[in-house]
C-alpha cells in the first residue's frame, strides 16, 4: 500500500469511537470471536510457561513452588567453548541457507519462465518439488550412500584417479555440504512460488515493452523481476525469523564427532546437553533466547522492507 | 440479576471440577483384602502399574487388551491380584514425559511403576512421592529373590539416598557378554589363527585387507569393524571396548571404575587408552578398519560383516544371528566365535556389565507390600522353573508340549501359530525373569536339559549352533564384565558439565583416530577435561561412592 493511499483511506473512514464501530459491525466481530479466544488460550496463556526458564523447575513443585534462579539458565548457554562454536555455526549454515535459498529459486524460476514448451516446464517443476516431501532421515540416508566412499560421487572420483573422499567426516566440507544438499529439497518450493507471483504479472506489459523494443532480457529485468518483487520480500522477511534455525533433522542425521567442530548447532547442542536430565528450565531458556532473536531480525526485516520497499505484510 | 447467575455458574462448575478431582484421592481406602488358605487374595485386590508399552509385545486376541489378557486373568485367578495399568507410555520418552506428569498431580501415579533413568529416580525421591522399602525388604522378600539381589549390590545404589533405598531392580541378571566374531572361512583360507592379544590381532587385521581372504582377486575386505559415533564403548555390538581394554585394564572409555586406592577414575582419560588409540590411527591410516566408523552408528558398522567386506567384529552372541546374511554375499561365509583378546601380562580384556533394565518404584500410598512381592516371587516361578511356570508361563502361548516334548518356536506349536501374545511381555516387567542368561548355555551343552531355560538353550544348539556356542564362550569369560560403578544421578557439575566433556571425549577420540589431530592431543584433552569439570565431578563421584561403601 503506497503513502497516498494510506492518507486516502483515513479521508474516506471518519474515526469512530469504538461503541460505535462495534455497533455497526458486531457480526464480524462475533465471527472472529471463536479464533480469538482459541488463540488466546492456546498461544498466549501458555506463554505463562515461560517463567520456566528463570526457574529451577521441578515437575512437582510446579511453576509456582519452583526456585528462582534469575538468569542462572540463560548464563549456562554462555558457559562454554562449544556453545560459541555452536552459535557460530548456526549462523554461518543458516544465513547461508537463507541466502541461498531466497536467490536460487528465483534464478531457477525466471530461466524456467524462459521454457516454452509447456510440457518439459511442468516435468522440471514437478520433478525439483518432489524432493520437498521426503523426511530428513530419508534423505540423510541417501546423502550417506551417495556420499560415502562406496558411494556414487566417489567412485566417480576414483575413476578420474583420484584418492577418495570420506564427505560426511570433513570437517572443512560438512558446513557445504549441508547448505547444498538443504537447497536441492527445499529450492522447488520457493521457485513454484515464484512462478505462481510470475503467471500474475499483465502480460500487456510484456506487449508494451515489445512494442518499445526490449529483448526478452530486459523484459526479465524491467518487468518480472518489479512483478515479483513483493513476494521476495515476504519470502525474505519470513525467513529471517529462521535464523536460528538451521535444520535440526537434517544434522542431526548426518553429522558426527568428526564434524562437531563445524555442524554442531544450537539444537543438537542442546539435545544432547539435555539428554542426560530433563532439564526442563535450561531448554526453555534456550526457545526463548532463540525466539527472541528471531523476534527482534523479524521486526527489523518488517520496517526495512516497509521503509526501503514501501511495502507491508501485515 | 444476570451477571449474579453466571457468576453462581462459574462457581458451580469449578466446584464440580474441585470435587472430581478429590474424588481420585478417596479410591485407595477399600476394604483390606487379606491372604487365605492358598494365598490368594480375598477379595481381589487391585495393584495399579506403570507400562511403557514395548515394541514386539506380541498380539492380543480380538477383544483383549492391555487390562484384559490371559496374563492378567491368570494372575487374578492364581493370585487374587488383579494388575490394571493406569499409566502407559509410548517410546521411552513418552513414558518419562508421563511419569513426569504425575509428579505434577496431571496423571496418576501408580502404586508400582519402573523408572527408566538415574535423573528420574533421583526426582522421584527428592519429590516424596515414593516409598522407602527397607523394611519391606527385609520381611516380604523371599529368600531366594534375597539371593537374586544380592549378587548385584551396584544395583541399589541409584535408588538409595540417605541411607534407605527407594526401590529394586527389574529382575536384575548379568547380560551376557560381548564376544569375538570372526570370519572362520577367512582364517582358513590364509591359514590363520583367531587372534588371542593385540599384536595377532593386528596381524590378523592386515592379512584380512592385503591378503585378499575371500580369494577373489580383489582388494575389497578389511579386518575389524566397530563404531566410534560416540563415546569408544558401546556396550552392545560395533564395540571397539576390548582394545582399549587390553592397554587399560579395567579403566576402559566411559566407565567409572576403582584405582588402587578405591577412589572412582574416569576410564577414557586413562593413560593406556592413549597407546590404543594410536595403534587405532595407524589401522585406520593404513586401511585396516571401517573407514566410515566415525559417522556410523553401532548397529549399522555390524552392517559392514554382514556385506562381506569386514572380517571381525565384537558383539553379543546373539548377533552372530544378525550378521548370518552374510551367506547371500558369500556362499562360503562360515562365522564363529571367540573369547576376546587377552591384556599382554595375560589378564582378560573388560566390557561394560549391564545388569538390570530400569527399576520399580513404589507409591508412597501403597499400602500392600506383600501382595507385590508375593506376585513378583510367583513371576520369577518361571526362571527357577518352580510352581506354575515349568516351562514358560502359559501352554500354547510361550511354550507348548508336542508328543511329549517342550517347543518353544511357534511354528512347531500345535496347533502352530504366528505372533501369539506374550505373557512375559504382560506383567509389571518388560521382560521374563531370568537367573541367567549364559550358564544354561554351558548346562545345554553338557548335556543338562530340564529347565526351561536349558530346553531353550538346547533348541539353540539345534538351530544356530555358531551363536549357542558364542554364549558358551560368553560364560566361560564372565570376569570381563565390569558394571559402571557410577550409577548415580548425575551430580551437580555433571548436569553442567558432562556433555561438553562428552562432547570432547568423542571429538578427540576420533580425531586421533583420522590422523587430524596428533596423538599429543590427548595429554592436552586429559588436562582439559580435568580443567572444564571433570577434576570436580570426580570429587563429587567419590563423595558420593563413599557414602555407597
Known amino acids: 500500500m503506497m503513502k497516498g493511499e494510506k492518507d486516502k483511506e483515513k479521508y474516506l473512514q471518519p474515526k469512530r469511537s469504538w461503541k460505535q464501530e462495534i455497533q455497526r459491525n458486531w457480526a464480524l466481530y462475533v465471527l472472529i470471536m471463536p479464533a480469538f479466544v482459541l488463540a488466546i488460550i492456546f498461544c498466549y496463556v501458555p506463554m505463562g510457561g515461560l517463567i520456566m526458564a528463570f526457574q529451577n523447575y521441578k515437575p512437582w513443585l510446579g511453576i509456582t513452588g519452583s526456585e528462582f534462579i534469575g538468569m542462572e539458565n540463560f548464563k549456562q548457554i554462555f558457559v562454554f567453548q562449544e556453545s560459541y562454536q555452536a552459535i557460530i555455526n548456526t549462523l554461518i549454515i543458516a544465513v547461508s541457507k537463507i541466502v541461498l535459498g531466497l536467490i536460487v529459486p528465483i534464478v531457477i524460476a525466471l530461466l524456467l519462465n524462459e521454457v516454452s514448451n509447456v510440457g518439459l516446464k511442468k516435468g522440471i517443476q514437478t520433478l525439483v518439488y518432489l524432493p ?84 526478452r532480457f530486459q523484459q526479465t529485468l524491467h518487468i518480472t523481476l518489479p512483478g515479483i518483487a513483493p513476494m521476495i520480500i515476504v519470502m525474505a522477511t519470513l525467513s529471517l525469523g529462521n535464523v536460528l534455525n538451521a535444520g535440526f533433522d537434517q544434522i542431526y542425521n548426518t553429522y558426527s564427532p568428526l564434524t562437531y567442530s563445524t555442524g554442531d548447532i544450537i539444537d543438537t547442542y542442546v539435545y544432547r546437553q539435555s539428554l542426560i536430565n530433563g532439564q526442563y528450565s535450561f531448554g526453555t531458556a534456550v526457545g526463548l533466547f532463540k525466539s527472541g532473536i528471531s523476534f527482534m531480525l523479524t521486526v527489523i526485516a518488517y520496517k526495512l522492507a516497509y521503509k526501503f520497499a514501501g511495502y507491508r505484510i501485515f | 440479576m444476570k451477571k449474579r447467575r453466571a457468576i453462581i455458574a462459574t462457581l458451580l462448575t469449578a466446584s464440580m471440577l474441585l470435587a472430581a478431582c478429590g474424588s481420585a484421592d478417596q479410591k485407595k481406602n477399600s476394604v483390606q483384602s487379606t491372604k487365605n488358605a492358598d494365598g490368594k487374595y480375598e477379595p481381589t485386590l487391585t495393584i495399579t502399574i506403570a507400562k511403557q508399552l514395548d515394541e514386539n509385545a506380541g498380539k492380543y486376541a480380538e477383544g483383549d487388551d492391555i487390562n484384559k489378557n490371559p496374563m492378567v486373568e491368570l494372575t487374578e485367578e492364581k493370585l487374587g491380584i488383579k494388575l490394571e495399568t493406569t499409566l502407559l507410555g509410548g517410546d521411552a520418552g513418552n513414558y518419562d514425559t508421563k511419569l513426569r506428569l504425575a509428579l505434577t498431580g496431571s496423571e496418576e501415579l501408580p502404586d508400582v511403576f519402573p523408572v527408566y533413568g538415574t535423573q528420574m ?429
Not at chain 1, 534423505?139 to 558411494?151: H, I
Not at chain 2, 576402559?252 to 582419560?269: C, K, M, R, T
Not at chain 2, 590422523?515 to 563429587?540: C, H, L, N, R, Y
Open chain 2, 121 to 549: 529416580i533421583a526426582d522421584m525421591i527428592e519429590s516424596g512421592r515414593v516409598k522407602a522399602i527397607d523394611e519391606d525388604i527385609e520381611k516380604y522378600m523371599p529368600e531366594r529373590l534375597k539371593e537374586i539381589y544380592d549378587k548385584y549390590p551396584e544395583t541399589f545404589y541409584p535408588v538409595m539416598k540417605d541411607g534407605k533405598t527407594y526401590g529394586i531392580a527389574c529382575a536384575p541378571t548379568l547380560t551376557e557378554g560381548q564376544v569375538m566374531i570372526i570370519r572362520q572361512d577367512w582364517l582358513d583360507n590364509l591359514g590363520l589363527k583367531a587372534p588371542t592379544n593385540l599384536e595377532e590381532f593386528e596381524a590378523v587385521i592386515k592379512a584380512f585387507t592385503e591378503d585378499d581372504p575371500d580369494g577373489n582377486g580383489k582388494k575389497d575386505t578389511y579386518g575389524f569393524t566397530y563404531s566410534g559415533s560416540g563415546v569408544y564403548n558401546t556396550g552392545w555390538v560395533s564395540d571397539p571396548v576390548a582394545l582399549f581394554s587390553a592397554n587399560s585394564g579395567k579403566h576402559i572409555p566411559g566407565s567409572w571404575q576403582e584405582d588402587e586406592n578405591g577412589n572412582l577414575v574416569y576410564g577414557s582419560i586413562d593413560e593406556g587408552n592413549r597407546k590404543t588409540l594410536e595403534l587405532l590411527a595407524k589401522w585406520h591410516a593404513n586401511g585396516w578398519t571401517f573407514q566410515e566408523a566415525a559417522a556410523t552408528g553401532a548397529w549399522d558398522a555390524m552392517g559392514q560383516f554382514t556385506e562381506g567386506k569386514a572380517g571381525i567384529f565384537i558383539g553379543r552372541p546373539w548377533a552372530v544371528g544378525s550378521v548370518r546374511d552374510v551367506t547371500s554375499v558369500d556362499p562360503n561365509a562360515v562365522i564363529a566365535c571367540y573369547p576376546n583378546i587377552k591384556q599382554d601380562n595375560g589378564e582378560c580384556t573388560y566390557q561394560s556389565a549391564q545388569t538390570t533394565d530400569g527399576w520399580l518404584m513404589f507409591n508412597k500410598d501403597f499400602d500392600n507390600m506383600e501382595a507385590f512381592f508375593t506376585y513378583y516371587d510367583w513371576l520369577y516361578d518361571v526362571a527357577f522353573g518352580t510352581g506354575d511356570f515349568q516351562y514358560g508361563f502359559m501352554e500354547d502361548y510361550d511354550y507348548d508340549i508336542v508328543n511329549g516334548e517342550v517347543v518353544f518356536d511357534t511354528s512347531k506349536f500345535d496347533p502352530a501359530v504366528t505372533d501369539p501374545f506374550l505373557p512375559g511381555k504382560s506383567t509389571v516387567l518388560k521382560n521374563t525373569p531370568m537367573i541367567d542368561r549364559m550358564q544354561e548355555y554351558a548346562d545345554a551343552k553338557a548335556g543338562k536339559t530340564e529347565t526351561g531355560a536349558q530346553i531353550r538353550a538346547a533348541a539353540d544348539f539345534e538351530s544356530a549352533p555358531d551363536m549357542a556356542e558364542g554364549y558358551v564362550i560368553a560364560n566361560d569369560n564372565r570376569e570381563e564384565l565390569i558394571p559402571n560403578l557410577y550409577n548415580a544421578e548425575p551430580t551437580p557439575t555433571m548436569k553442567k558439565c558432562w556433555e561438553q566433556l562428552q562432547t570432547m571425549e568423542a571429538q578427540v577420540y576420533t580425531n586421533i583416530i583420522y590422523g587430524k589431530e596428533p596423538i599429543e592431543s590427548f595429554d592436552k584433552f586429559v588436562e582439559d577435561w580435568k580443567a572444564q569439570g571433570g577434576e570436580q565431578i570426580t570429587q563429587e563421584v567419590n563423595e558420593w561412592y563413599k557414602t555407597m561403601k
Open chain 1, 132 to 215: 520437498h516431501f521426503l523426511s530428513w532421515v530419508t534423505v540423510a540416508g541417501m546423502m550417506r550412500d551417495v556420499l560415502g566412499l562406496d558411494g556414487i560421487v566417489n567412485s566417480a572420483i576414483q575413476r578420474l584417479g583420484m584418492e577418495p573422499i570420506f564427505f560426511l567426516g570433513e570437517a572443512g566440507m560438512y558446513r557445504q555440504i549441508i547448505v547444498l544438499s538443504d537447497l536441492w529439497k527445499g529450492f522447488g518450493f520457493g521457485m513454484i512460488v515464484y512462478l505462481a507471483a510470475i503467471s500474475n504479472i499483465d502480460q500487456s506489459l510484456y506487449e508494451a515493452a515489445q512494442m518499445d523494443g526490449a529483448n
